[in-house]
């Protein structure tokens, strides 16, 4: 009895523990994923408007940061910027969404990396929620349906963004079905 | 001695089982009373809401609890969804499908999440009856005869303890 009973009760709970300490308690499954992209318009830092629902039919990089996310915002800067200026010539735009910072701050930020892709503020954290932003930086990758079709959190690397970007860019278009969701995310 | 182990044993369980009894009142009678009582102005709503759900960006605290600015902007996100007359349900929602059930700091009682609620009771049920084998396999259990001792020896040891007390 007791040489049954005893692994009996030990093995379920460290088979737990080990699926406990396996898992990233930093990863957050998003539930996001294939979902329309909620839309948002941004005041850029340049002065122009933008709106996400204007950049239908094309691929978009959603990327949150911020100056003060160090060492993870300093490395992908140049990926991000380096994206944009590879495709932005085959229908993908890189958008900036630049959470909990101040002006000054993030001018600098841009203007240390060069940034020449569109970059705006969200002054109250709106779009970062709905976006279900948990930890910055964050990137999100839409489909030219306006779709999320990948999600990373932490530094995106080169590897990861243009292979997403092609993944998307190779995509057959898909009949324009998803319209009135999408709009009903706004 | 076997007999008045178990009218002790007896006492014993009786009284647990009023004080369980006590305890679960309690946390009905809290459950009820506590839960329509609040929710009356907005700002108690949205205390209420940020006491539930999950602050992204800290490690185990409620976005009430957090002074972090991502926790301040969504209270002012529920202020704002509440004051233009979302239920405090829906605002709920809201945060549960941008960020996922993760969100919530106590699971929906629904499905697998069960398990949760119902797994301390079964463990403590399950330990109750554990006890009460145990205890009633001890009381079963023959008494060990007392060892032989040679009267002499024991007269010897005793008269012994006597002079060292004295």
Redesign the interface.
């Known amino acids: 009895m007791k040489k049954v009973l005893i692994p009996l009760s030990v093995v379920p709970i460290l088979l737990l523990l080990a699926y406990g300490f396996w898992t990233d308690p930093r990863f ?5 994923i294939e979902k329309p992209a ?1 839309l948002f318009a941004l005041s850029l830092f340049d002065g122009e408007p933008l709106s996400l629902d204007g950049l239908r039919g094309k691929v978009v990089v959603v990327n949150f940061w911020a100056s003060w996310c160090f060492p993870a915002c300093y490395e992908e800067a140049p990926v991000l910027e380096g994206a944009w200026r590879t495709y932005k010539d085959r229908d993908v735009v890189v958008v900036g969404v630049n959470v ?1 910072d101040t002006e000054k701050a993030a001018r600098e930020f841009m203007e240390r990396f060069q940034f020449t892709f569109p970059n705006g503020p969200d002054p ?3 779009i ?8 910055i930086p964050e990137t999100f990758v839409l489909d030219k349906e306006g779709r999320i079709a990948h999600k990373h959190v932490g530094a995106v690397t080169a590897d990861v963004l243009s292979a997403q970007i092609e993944g998307l860019l190779r995509r057959a278009p898909v009949a324009d079905d998803n319209r009135q969701e999408h709009e009903r995310g706004a | 001695m076997g007999r008045r182990g178990r009218e002790l044993d007896c006492n014993g369980s009786i009284r647990t089982h009023r004080g369980s009894r006590l305890i679960l009142a309690l946390v009905v009678l809290s459950m009820v009373v506590v839960l329509p009582l609040g929710a009356s102005s907005t700002e108690e709503q949205v205390r209420q809401l940020a006491a539930e759900l999950r602050c992204p960006v800290c490690q185990g605290l409620s976005v009430a609890d957090s002074p972090s600015k991502m926790a301040n902007q969504m209270k002012d996100l529920i202020r704002e969804r509440l004051e233009a007359g979302e239920s405090p349900e829906a605002v709920k929602a809201y945060f549960v499908e941008r960020y996922g059930e993760w969100i919530l700091l106590a699971p929906k009682k629904e499905g697998f999440n069960l398990l949760v609620w119902v797994f301390p009771f079964l463990g403590l049920a399950g330990g109750a009856v554990v006890l009460f084998v145990v205890i009633r396999r001890w009381q079963k259990r023959p008494q060990a005869a007392p060892a032989s001792v040679d009267s002499a020896y024991l007269e010897k040891v005793r008269r012994e303890m006597a002079q060292d007390q004295s």
């Open positions: 957050v499954p998003s539930p996001l909620p909990q109250g954290g709106k970062s929620i709905d976006y279900g932003v948990y930890g």
